[in-house]
């Protein structure tokens, strides 16, 4: 194991435009955020891996009444996207209007594309391809 995973590494590693998973070196098993241990195999024999940014949509929702930070932004569409190497991760959802969720369709094939607010911080969002 490189370091011992951490939220933290994780989010600054996305504010540096790099989309990074831990990988089970025993089993394979992607997770991000990353964990301690494999949910697959329970091995802590992990490592960072480079996440390719594709996935499908599996779930999302709209926010009506967002934190503060993203008060001004609302509504807007946070989704469940299964990447390709297996992992779930949450996201905003770009590309549709969030006052017709009925336009937005489970399945779709949709690619990474960062989001920077106002404050400079940099959030995973994907856009359907």
Not at 16 to 45: H, L, R, T, W
Not at 52 to 76: C, M, Q, R, W
């Amino acid at each position: 194991m490189s370091e011992k995973p951490s939220v933290e590494q994780y989010l600054q590693n996305i504010q540096e435009g790099q989309f990074k998973a831990y990988k089970c070196v025993d089993c394979g098993m992607v997770i991000a955020p990353p964990s301690g241990s494999c949910y697959g195999c329970g091995s802590s024999n992990m490592d960072w891996t480079t996440v390719s940014g594709k996935g499908k949509l599996v779930a999302f929702t709209v926010i009506h009444i967002a934190p503060d930070e993203f008060a001004e932004e609302a509504p807007y569409y946070i989704a469940i996207i299964e990447l390709t190497e297996g992992t779930r991760v949450s996201a905003r959802l770009l590309g549709y209007d969030p006052l017709k969720p009925e336009d937005v369709k489970l399945g779709s094939n949709v690619k990474l594309e960062y989001e920077t607010i106002e404050s400079g911080k940099k959030y995973l969002a994907f856009r359907p391809v």
